[in-house]
């Protein structure tokens, strides 16, 4: 069993940077592929970034040149550092894991982030 904790939400202002983290208990070998996914209240949930353990990352091309996925192996954990963030960012962000990309079945329970001035 693989249990995901996001932590680093909050509000910020229009132009500020976040950085969210994503710790993953329970075995490596089911966390190979972690990523970032959000959901406005109405709306399906989005695909933002992912990445593996051997360094390969991917972004939503809306979020290009604005966020970057990053993992500490070690701890388990990956990283999502978000800069000059926009209003319409404001979402519940959601961390997802699995063995692989085509196979990621792990889900936390979401932080807020909201951008606002």
């Known amino acids: 069993q693989v249990q995901l904790v996001e932590s680093g939400g909050g509000l910020v202002q229009p132009g500020g940077s976040l950085r969210l983290a994503c710790a993953a208990s329970g075995s490596m070998l089911v966390t190979n592929a972690m990523g970032w996914y959000r959901q406005v209240p109405g709306k399906q949930r989005e695909f933002v970034a992912t990445?593996?353990?051997?360094?390969?990352?991917y972004y939503a091309d809306s979020m290009k040149g604005r966020v970057t996925i990053s993992r500490d192996n070690a701890k388990n954990t990956a990283y999502l550092q978000m800069n000059n963030l926009k209003p319409e960012d404001t979402a519940v962000y959601y961390c997802?894991?699995?063995?692989?990309?085509?196979?990621?079945?792990?889900w936390g329970q979401g932080t807020q982030v909201t951008v606002s001035s």
């Open positions: 997802r894991a699995g063995p692989s990309i085509a196979i990621m079945n792990y």
């Open positions: 990445s593996t353990r051997d360094g390969n990352a």
